[in-house]
């Protein structure tokens, strides 16, 4: 899958030298085979030592402007300008040739499926598709796009405000597409990229190598642009592998396979228990073995009620540590029934 | 066409690994749900434990503004112990796939249908309305979801809910097995879909383009894992797409199922 990456020229602005070029640096061992930055943000990009080659710059479609960018040394330019024909664009087009600068065309969706003012491939450029609100539906991309791109070389964007973003990129993959442009749990409004990425991999079974640091490196790049995770973001989030209630943490200790989707380390996240008002004897008892503390029936039980108690009265499930605590105010109970 | 949510920000959402809502806080979400013209809620599980009894049955009281449903492993007791609460409406759940029954009841597919025929019986006798839960269904076989959905009706289950339990379907397959489904059964199918590949909204939307009119998720998409269907961006989708007009002012209870959150251990937060 080839990964056109937004998140950099999302960040370009707000980020120094040399966080840009660790930014670059993460976004390059994920993956991202091309950072595409808006024009008025080239110059600091390159001035953070991103090489040329590896940019592909927004930009009017002016011939000046495209030229401007040949003499930077970048070879690659999606034209900002959206829905212009064929014909509108064919000065830029034969000059951007000429500098040897590969050109992308924008194709926005605005609304009916069947509005459409113009044909990936049909005049031998590529396009990227645009659908900015997100309202589009997977199967309709599904239907329409390969109707729309025969022969053609075309790229997606998907807006992510309804939550379709992941699977509308994915069903532009199926349609053939030739890459995504997507930024980091969706930085830039779209689809995350390492959703996309997984999903394509593991469930459309592409067979893809999955970087063993892929949430890691994602999280790094996160706190670089100072974003917050949330807890349940898919793949991202802490508790995305993390478990509570009775009948999950019975079933995972049983076999994983039953409550998660694949093994965490394949991503580099990590299972975890959570004790709260949820858990039962199974959880409890994983902990207390894993702490080294000896329990039987009786003190599981009591421990069990105590855990729930103190959930509910912290209004949060318990800390590191709170468990110890827990165990030594009922000690007597565990080493009486021990 | 009307796309019916049952709301399980109480049941399913609350397991969030670390989430505890306080009683008023369930109060409110549910108050706040009833007035954006909700009418179906999962609210807890019975079976927890005494206190979780009394809430119940205090969330009970107030809501007669909709159908307020007890989740319920397929046990006896458990069941027993719902109907004592008051519900009249109460959900069994039991695995479908060949999977969750070999490695986590060591069970066999006879043993669930008996097992599903009791408990739906035993729902109907006391005079109320059974659901049941097909756990795992989407990594189970249709033809048993079939089986399970026929006994479960035979016995008097009024709605069927297909669980895509760790979130593995793509939106195609949704479409596929929902309009083979449906149509074969003999009770409503509710898709309860889960975000782990973050396709839970798209899965949905799946389902209802074919057929089916009732989905399960939660506010702010909380739950196990990556959590279930998030309800504003879903009914975001069905005004922009279908033209539903479901206009819901749930800010008010985000704000408290966001304010439990936050209360989780760690920086990070929905």
């Keep these: 899958m080839r990964w056109i990456d937004s998140t950099l020229g999302t960040a370009a602005r707000g980020l120094s030298q040399q966080e840009l070029r660790m930014l670059a640096g993460e976004l390059a061992e994920l993956g991202a085979s091309v950072y595409e930055v808006a024009y008025s943000d080239l110059e600091t990009v390159l001035q953070a030592g991103v090489a040329p080659a590896q940019l592909r710059v927004l930009a009017p479609a002016e011939p000046a402007a495209i030229l401007a960018i040949g003499g930077a040394g970048v070879k690659a330019v999606r034209l900002e300008d959206h829905n212009r024909s064929a014909q509108q664009l064919a000065g830029v087009w034969q000059g951007a040739a000429q500098n040897e600068i590969q050109l992308t065309a924008t194709w926005e969706w605005h609304g009916e499926m069947g509005d459409g003012k113009t044909t990936a491939g049909a005049d031998g450029q590529s396009r990227l598709f645009i659908d900015r609100q997100g309202r589009a539906d997977p199967l309709d991309w599904a239907d329409w796009l390969p109707e729309r791109t025969k022969g053609g070389v075309f790229e997606f964007w998907g807006g992510n405000q309804c939550g379709l973003g992941t699977a509308n990129a994915l069903a532009a993959m199926r349609s053939g597409a030739d890459g995504i442009l997507a930024a980091v749990a969706g930085v830039d409004g779209g689809a995350p990229w390492e959703e996309v990425f997984v999903a394509w991999n593991l469930l459309e079974k592409k067979g893809g190598v999955l970087p063993p640091e892929l949430v890691p490196r994602c999280r790094r790049i996160l706190g670089l642009l100072g974003r917050p995770v949330p807890l349940n973001k898919p793949l991202l989030g802490s508790n995305i592998f993390a478990h509570e209630s009775g009948i999950h943490v019975d079933g995972v200790l049983k076999n994983p396979v039953l409550y998660e989707p694949f093994p965490p380390e394949l991503v580099g996240q990590r299972r975890s228990l959570i004790l709260g008002t949820h858990s039962g004897r199974a959880a409890v008892a994983q902990q207390l073995s894993h702490l080294g503390l000896p329990w039987d029936r009786g003190c599981l039980e009591v421990l069990v009620q105590a855990v729930q108690q103190l959930a509910r009265r912290q209004g949060a499930g318990l800390a590191a540590g709170q468990l110890v605590r827990l165990y030594r105010q009922e000690e007597w109970i565990c080493e009486s029934t021990g | ?270």
């Design chain 2, 1 to 270: 066409m009307r796309v019916n949510w049952v709301d399980t920000t109480l049941r399913d959402g609350a397991q969030m690994p670390g989430l505890v809502f306080s009683l008023l806080e369930r109060r409110k979400i549910l108050d706040g749900l009833m007035r954006a013209g909700i009418r179906s809620f999962e609210i807890g599980v019975p079976a927890m434990g005494e206190q979780e009894r009394g809430e119940l049955r205090d969330l009970l009281q107030v809501g007669s503004a909709g159908d307020l449903i007890a989740w319920n492993r397929a046990v006896a007791a458990d069941v027993e112990m719902a109907l004592a609460c008051g519900f009249r409406h109460i959900h069994v759940s039991l695995p479908v796939s060949d999977l969750q029954l070999r490695d986590k009841l060591q069970r066999d597919r006879r043993w669930v249908l008996h097992r599903i025929d009791a408990c739906v019986r035993q729902i109907c006798a006391a005079g109320a309305t059974a659901y049941v839960g097909a756990e795992d269904a989407a990594r189970g076989e249709d033809e048993f979801f079939l089986t399970y959905a026929r006994t479960a009706a035979t016995a008097g289950a009024k709605r069927i809910r297909f669980a895509d339990t760790v979130g593995t379907l793509l939106p195609e397959e949704v479409a596929r097995r929902m309009a083979y489904l449906q149509p074969r059964c003999p009770i409503p199918i509710e898709f309860h879909g889960h975000n782990d590949f973050g396709l839970a909204v798209a899965n949905a939307a799946a389902a209802v383009r074919n057929g089916i009119v009732w989905i399960s998720g939660s506010l702010l998409g909380i739950g196990e894992r990556a959590g279930n269907t998030d309800l504003r961006p879903f009914y975001a989708v069905q005004q922009s797409v279908w033209g539903v007009r479901e206009a819901a002012a749930l800010a008010e209870a985000e704000g408290v199922v966001a304010t439990a959150v936050g209360r989780i251990a760690g920086d990070d937060a929905v």
